[in-house]
Every structure is written in structure tokens, then in C-alpha cells.
């Protein structure tokens, strides 16, 4: 059996870290606008549908900003990996529950995102229990633990109650109506948050429950 922390130990290559995470960056951001997609047309909007973003592919849900830069910015600069894609587009007077379904619809993200993190660490488990490990295998251990990172990043990240990510669109859903209209009036300062905590390295502080979250994972498994 390997040792996780010994895989740890091992992706010390940042040019491997950075192939592996590409991929499954781009499928976990794909997978987390697949869910806000398909749990809007589950609960009456065919508006996402009708505008191809019920879809895992890559181009239906890229953003410039979100997708491309910060990402490119993150690798370059070491700072933790973290990104959105395109909002979904949603239109609140087809959902069967109003502003209830609006927020069980942006829940639905950063909720894909934790669950693919489990699903990483269940193969991570079944990988560091192979006796004589291949190459194959012990890039596939490296391959979940990215897994595990970058979703639990990108779950964290998303929960941010900063417009226009998922956790102020939750809180957008479940608080009054007439709080929600207050809350929206400072959406518009929403980028200029996002820069400053970015110039800062305030975003770094995302790091702290993501590694605690990532630890647990990790000594779950042995």
C-alpha cells in the first residue's frame, strides 16, 4: 500500500502538477455548470437547455477572466487555483419555487465540486491499496489528489458571498426579498472586490479550509 502522504511528497514536479491540473480543472468547471444546468431545468427553467449549457463541453461555459486568466495567473504565481466559468443563465419566473429553486440552483456547483472531491479520494483509497504499484497507477494517485484539491478549491471559492458567485446568489435566494434588493445594489462593486482580494492576496486565506477539508480526506484513507 502506498502511503498518501508519500504521493504528496511526490508532486513536487510543477510541470506535472500543471498537466494533471488542466484537465481536471476543466472538467470539474464543466461538471459545476452541468449542475447548475441540469438542476434549473429539473425544477421547471429550459432556459440553460434551450441555450446549450446543459453540456459538459468546454467551450458551452468558458470565460475569459474566470476560465483563462486567473487560472494562467494562479500557475504562474503559486497563489491556490481557483476560477468560474460563464453564469448560468436562469430566469426566475419559471422555476416552480421561485427565489427557493434560484438558490438550490447555485448550491448545486460548488455541491458537484465536493462530490467529485469524494469520488477522487473513494479512487485515491482503491489506488494507494494496490500492492506493487505501476506508473500508471501512481500517476492516476497523483491525478485524485489534484482531483481532490481543485475541487475543494473551485467549491470553496464558489461559496464566496461575492456577486456573481454562487454563495451570494444563495444567499440572494433564501434571505427576504427586501434584504435580496439591498444585497443587489452592491453587486455592482462585486469585480472591484474580486481585484482587491486577488491584489492582496486575500484569496489566499481560501487555502486554510481547504487544506483542513483536503487533510481530513487524505487521513481518511489511511
Known sequence: MTSPHAILRAMSSNLLNVILLVPVFLFSLCFHEFAHAWVAVKRGDPTPELLGRLSMHPM??????????????????GAPFFGWAKPVPIDIRNLKYGRRDYALIAFAGPLANLILALIATGLLAILV????????VETLQLFSIVSIQVNLMLAFF??????????????????PQKIAIRLNQFARFSGLILIVLLITGSLRYLAIPVNIVFKFLIQSIG
Open 60 to 77: 458551452a461555459h468558458a470565460d475569459i477572466l474566470g476560465t483563462l486568466v486567473l487560472p494562467a495567473l494562479a500557475i504562474y504565481s
Open 129 to 136: 491499496r494496490i500492492p506493487t504499484p505501476h506508473q500508471i
Open 158 to 175: 464558489n461559496l464566496l458571498p461575492i456577486a456573481p458567485l454562487d454563495g451570494f446568489n444563495v444567499i440572494q435566494g433564501i434571505v
